[in-house]
């Protein structure tokens, strides 16, 4: 089975959490990238869109940004092909205290695309930067999404 982790990441929360997944799954790592990372860009224009055509089983990953998904993966989920058959995971990261100030509404914007695009999404994950069990919920997720 071909796997993936595709993100993005703007202030490299994202990305490092990204390459510890790597780290232990050791897969394709793929960058989402826009030619600006202003988060009030409606529209923003994608200058590296990984493609995913060729994996089985792909990890979406993701900040969140004013209490939703940020626009540039939106941008990049909503442009993806059908997704029949693949398996996915998903992860965010944020910075509110509670999951539900936008990490939790993020996975379920996410989830919604992806099946929309006929993928079986699998595992999500919320990863509070600031709680102190982040470590740990880092961790538990490696070893969960890495099986």
């Known amino acids: 089975m071909k796997k993936a982790i595709i993100y993005y990441s703007k202030t ?15 897969v394709d790592l793929l960058e989402v990238k826009a030619e600006s990372d202003d988060p009030n860009i409606l529209n923003p224009h994608l200058v590296e ?3 995913v055509t060729s994996y089985n089983h792909l990890i979406f990953a993701s900040p969140v940004h004013g209490f939703n998904l940020c626009k ?9 092909p059908d997704l029949k058959g ?5 992860f965010i990261t944020h910075f509110f205290p509670f999951a539900w100030m936008g ?16 993928a079986i999404v699998n595992q999500m994950t919320s ?5 102190k069990k982040r470590d740990l919920v880092i961790s538990n997720m490696i070893e969960s999404y890495a099986k």
Do not use: A, F
């Open 72 to 80: 540039i993966m939106n941008s990049y989920l909503n442009q993806l």
């Open 127 to 131: 990863i509070n930067w600031k709680s």
């Open 103 to 118: 990490g939790n509404r993020t996975l379920k914007q996410m989830k919604k695309i992806l099946e929309n695009k006929n």
């Open 12 to 26: 490299g929360n994202t990305r490092d959490v990204s390459q510890k997944l790597n780290h232990k799954m050791n």
């Open 49 to 51: 869109i990984p493609d």
């Open 86 to 90: 693949k398996t996915v995971d998903l």
